[in-house]
């Protein structure tokens, strides 16, 4: 695989230093290689090949009125199950994991390149065994569930036979943890959970869901928070309402977003996972992944708008020429082209850096953590650059653009979503400034280190020195 880089980088602080890309001195030189592995590649015109024939009819099937989630589906599985097989016989199921869980471990790099391929399909994340947020949910499981739980709740999510959930978000509080309510106590063998969650998606078809409960409300909410198993029919668990995306996408049979209410739900002790306290640590570890993820997916879908425009704009022809031939619309080509190209390189210069993370942290998992950065500006990208793109895809297909016979104005309703879910755009933000910032020190003084006047003040002393020592020496 290629895409090594020379040891300058610009590291987690944001700014030039010699590093392997995760604030660790290296000194030793790399060449740059962004080449793929034939092997690799191969697999990659495979996937191709398998999307356009078999995965992406899918979408045009069931035009949104099943759910890939939805296992009890008997149509959509035995549509399914096939090509899932197939994919496990390519060796290319369920590759955001290691080979110890059943995955192939490929690292985030090859990662990203199948994710473009696949983010041309909603039903591909499944058909590959790694759709979110059961990729997440069963990474989890694996570091911290009991041997019980494997067997009940990670071997068939990790097999595709069920679907789990994620549940964070509270009614009153999403980006901001501070304000979750929502508690654990412990009596006796049991937790008993009190309190509401909001925007739990795919509750409707999920078998369980990992949820976010305050353990500990003596400490901050990010020290006294922990993860916790809970079945989907478990006693007390109430569905308030299911909530769908509006502008036409998902108000259909799909999972939805759940409001749930947990009236005094009791689960066993052992369904903690992970040490009390550790929730966010644990979060970090599944967002860090399902964030870039999204990304490496959203690269995909942007170059399928780019694909549209430019077909349309070498078809259509307007006032006796075609758009193609038009500047403005050259100017939107190639706006485009440039912005996507620049997303990709930080798409994947960004999985890279979490493929390095595994070598020098030891962790098979990558340290999110030291990335962060990285991957909170990918998030910040997405959106921008899907509605950008996308709505110059939609655009120069006028009327038809603006239809329900094309694509686009279905994907461009969808680009927010992208700078909301996971986190607001805003929060990412403050993370990359705060990183960045770090790099950097206050500067003693009243004039910036930068002050022309001063450097020029400085510069003429140094000058005039060396030119006196030049002439004693002459
Ligand atoms: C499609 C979708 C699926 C989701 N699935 C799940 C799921 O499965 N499980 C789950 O737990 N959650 C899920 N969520 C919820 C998601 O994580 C939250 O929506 C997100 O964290 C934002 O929280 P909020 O909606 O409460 O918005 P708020 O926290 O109320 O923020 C609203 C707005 O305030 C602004 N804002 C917030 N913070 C700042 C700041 N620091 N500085 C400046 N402005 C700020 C931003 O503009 C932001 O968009 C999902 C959301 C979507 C859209």
């Given at each position: 695989m290629g895409w090594r880089t020379e040891p300058t980088v610009v590291s987690d602080a944001g700014r030039d230093r010699s590093t392997d890309g995760c604030g660790e001195e290296t000194g030793s030189a790399m060449p740059i290689d962004f080449e793929i592995e034939p092997e690799f590649q191969e697999k990659l015109d495979w996937i191709d090949e398998f999307m356009k024939a078999e995965v992406e009819p899918l979408d045009l099937y069931f035009r949104g009125e099943?759910?890939?989630?939805?296992?009890?589906?008997?149509?959509?599985?035995?549509?399914?199950?096939?090509?899932?097989?197939?994919?496990?016989?390519?060796?290319?199921?369920?590759?955001?994991?290691?080979?110890?869980?059943?995955?192939?471990?490929?690292?985030?790099?090859?990662?990203?390149?199948?994710?473009?391929?696949?983010?041309?399909s909603s039903w591909a994340p499944s058909v590959f065994g790694c759709q979110a947020p059961d990729s997440g949910n069963a990474e989890i499981l694996a570091h911290y569930g009991t041997d019980e739980q494997k067997a009940k709740y990670l071997q068939p999510l990790l097999d595709g036979e069920i679907s789990s959930t994620y549940s964070m978000t509270e009614p009153q509080a999403g980006s901001d943890p501070n304000y979750f309510t929502c508690q654990a106590r412990r009596d006796g063998d049991e937790w008993v959970i009190t309190g509401e969650k909001w925007f739990a998606?795919?509750?409707?078809?999920?078998?369980?869901?990992?949820?976010?409960?305050?353990?500990?409300?003596?400490?901050?909410?990010?020290?006294?928070?922990?993860?916790?198993?809970?079945?989907?029919?478990?006693?007390?668990?109430?569905?308030?309402?299911?909530?769908?995306?509006?502008?036409?996408?998902?108000?259909?049979?799909?999972?939805?977003?759940?409001?749930?209410?947990?009236?005094?739900?009791?689960?066993?002790?052992?369904?903690?996972?992970g040490d009390e306290g550790s929730g966010f640590k644990i979060a970090q570890t599944r967002l860090g992944g399902g964030r870039v993820h999204h990304g490496m997916r959203s690269v995909g879908m942007a170059q399928r708008a780019l694909d549209m425009m430019c077909e349309r704009v070498l078809s259509r022809e307007t006032k006796g020429s075609l758009l193609a031939d038009k500047q403005a619309i050259q100017h939107w080509v190639a706006d485009s082209w440039i912005q996507l190209q620049q997303f990709r390189l930080q798409v994947l210069y960004t999985a890279w850096l979490i493929d390095q993370t595994k070598r020098s942290s030891g962790d098979p998992r990558g340290d999110y953590a030291k990335v962060r950065q990285h991957i909170a500006g990918v998030k910040v990208a997405t959106p921008k650059v899907l509605i950008d793109i996308v709505y110059r895809a939609?655009?120069?297909?006028?009327?038809?653009?603006?239809?329900?016979?094309?694509?686009?104005?279905?994907?461009?309703?969808?680009?927010?979503?992208?700078?909301?879910?996971?986190?607001?755009?805003?929060?990412?933000?403050?993370?990359?400034?705060?990183?960045?910032?770090?790099?950097?020190?206050?500067?003693?003084?009243?004039?910036?280190?930068?002050?022309?006047?001063?450097?020029?003040?400085?510069?003429?002393?140094?000058?005039?020195?060396?030119?006196?020592?030049?002439?004693?020496?002459?």
């Amino acid at each position: 695989m290629g895409w090594r880089t020379e040891p300058t980088v610009v590291s987690d602080a944001g700014r030039d230093r010699s590093t392997d890309g995760c604030g660790e001195e290296t000194g030793s030189a790399m060449p740059i290689d962004f080449e793929i592995e034939p092997e690799f590649q191969e697999k990659l015109d495979w996937i191709d090949e398998f999307m356009k024939a078999e995965v992406e009819p899918l979408d045009l099937y069931f035009r949104g009125e099943v759910s890939p989630f939805d296992k009890g589906n008997e149509l959509a599985q035995s549509l399914v199950r096939p090509l899932q097989r197939q994919v496990q016989e390519q060796e290319l199921w369920a590759c955001h994991i290691g080979p110890e869980l059943g995955g192939r471990g490929y690292g985030q790099v090859k990662l990203a390149l199948m994710n473009e391929l696949l983010g041309r399909s909603s039903w591909a994340p499944s058909v590959f065994g790694c759709q979110a947020p059961d990729s997440g949910n069963a990474e989890i499981l694996a570091h911290y569930g009991t041997d019980e739980q494997k067997a009940k709740y990670l071997q068939p999510l990790l097999d595709g036979e069920i679907s789990s959930t994620y549940s964070m978000t509270e009614p009153q509080a999403g980006s901001d943890p501070n304000y979750f309510t929502c508690q654990a106590r412990r009596d006796g063998d049991e937790w008993v959970i009190t309190g509401e969650k909001w925007f739990a998606s795919n509750y409707s078809l999920a078998e369980f869901l990992i949820v976010m409960v305050i353990t500990n409300a003596d400490v901050p909410v990010y020290k006294g928070s922990s993860m916790m198993l809970v079945p989907s029919d478990a006693d007390g668990l109430e569905l308030v309402r299911n909530v769908h995306l509006g502008g036409g996408r998902g108000g259909g049979d799909d999972g939805g977003h759940a409001y749930l209410r947990f009236n005094d739900v009791r689960v066993p002790a052992d369904n903690l996972l992970g040490d009390e306290g550790s929730g966010f640590k644990i979060a970090q570890t599944r967002l860090g992944g399902g964030r870039v993820h999204h990304g490496m997916r959203s690269v995909g879908m942007a170059q399928r708008a780019l694909d549209m425009m430019c077909e349309r704009v070498l078809s259509r022809e307007t006032k006796g020429s075609l758009l193609a031939d038009k500047q403005a619309i050259q100017h939107w080509v190639a706006d485009s082209w440039i912005q996507l190209q620049q997303f990709r390189l930080q798409v994947l210069y960004t999985a890279w850096l979490i493929d390095q993370t595994k070598r020098s942290s030891g962790d098979p998992r990558g340290d999110y953590a030291k990335v962060r950065q990285h991957i909170a500006g990918v998030k910040v990208a997405t959106p921008k650059v899907l509605i950008d793109i996308v709505y110059r895809a939609l655009h120069v297909h006028g009327s038809l653009g603006v239809s329900n016979e094309m694509p686009l104005i279905g994907m461009w309703t969808g680009a927010p979503v992208m700078g909301i879910a996971d986190g607001p755009t805003e929060v990412h933000k403050d993370t990359i400034a705060k990183t960045v910032l770090k790099g950097y020190e206050p500067h003693d003084g009243l004039w910036p280190t930068a002050h022309i006047p001063t450097r020029v003040e400085a510069a003429r002393a140094h000058i005039e020195a060396r030119l006196e020592h030049e002439i004693a020496n002459l």
